[in-house]
Antibody
């Protein structure tokens, strides 16, 4: 069974950066894709970007290009997302998810709360 | 950023059937891309409910069914249970924007 475990909640100051990890286990294929999704308080789901760890090349939603970086360490089956120049409206829960059959997001991490506050 | 439109809320009594629509355009659903549906219970991560328009992952009750036609898709919940009270999101691929994947605006299902 695939399991994605994310790092813990973070509280950050405006202008700083945050890096969230997502460790995968139980994945049998080496060419899986990890996607990052954001959910602001009381809001819907927003696709941020994706990476295939074995290739290491990320894709980003246009609105996240520039401040958002996805990386992966294939040796530890861990994906990372880093958001820089944090603003108060970056306060959200950040999820990682795996793309499975028909590219549906079939397994999700538990989510990481990032709070940006002075 | 959401380009798939869903009704904000739907409600029904236990045992009733409710349907949630997901309206897209020619760059996503209308282009033939698959639609997937997710259920999000309060305070938890989303869970895949329907994939590839009509398919249920193992463990999802057959009360949940999906369909797709033209630029829209629908999720039906038959025989509504109290535990079905949650937020539901559709999701597809979009070729018209530099965003690749898009979610619906989300629908809150309330069991009366």
């Amino acid at each position: 069974q695939v399991q994605l475990v994310q790092s813990g909640a973070e509280v950050k100051k405006p202008g700083s950066s945050v890096k969230v990890s997502c460790k995968a286990s139980g994945v049998t294929s080496s060419s899986y894709t990890i996607t990052w999704v954001r959910q602001a308080p009381g809001q819907g789901l927003e696709w941020m970007g994706r990476i295939i760890p074995i290739l290491g090349v990320p894709d980003y939603a246009q609105q996240f290009q520039g401040r958002f970086t996805i990386t992966a360490d294939e040796s530890t089956s861990t994906a990372y997302m880093e958001l820089s120049s944090l603003r108060s409206d970056d306060t959200a829960v950040y999820y990682c998810a795996r793309s499975g059959i028909m590219a549906a997001f079939d397994f999700w991490g538990q989510g990481t709360q990032v709070t940006v506050s002075s | 950023q959401a380009v798939l439109t869903q009704p904000p809320s739907v409600s029904g009594a236990p045992g009733q059937t409710v349907t949630i629509s997901c309206t897209g355009s020619s760059s996503n659903i209308g282009a033939g891309y698959d639609v997937h549906w997710y259920q999000q219970l309060p305070g938890t991560a989303p869970k895949l409910l329907i994939y590839g328009n009509t398919n249920r992952p193992s463990g999802v009750p057959d009360r949940f069914s999906g369909s797709k036609s033209g630029t829209s898709a629908s999720l039906a919940i038959a025989g509504l249970h109290t535990e079905d009270e949650a937020d539901y999101y559709c999701q597809s691929f979009d070729s018209g924007l530099n965003v690749y994947y898009v979610f619906g605006t989300g629908t809150k299902v309330t069991v009366l």
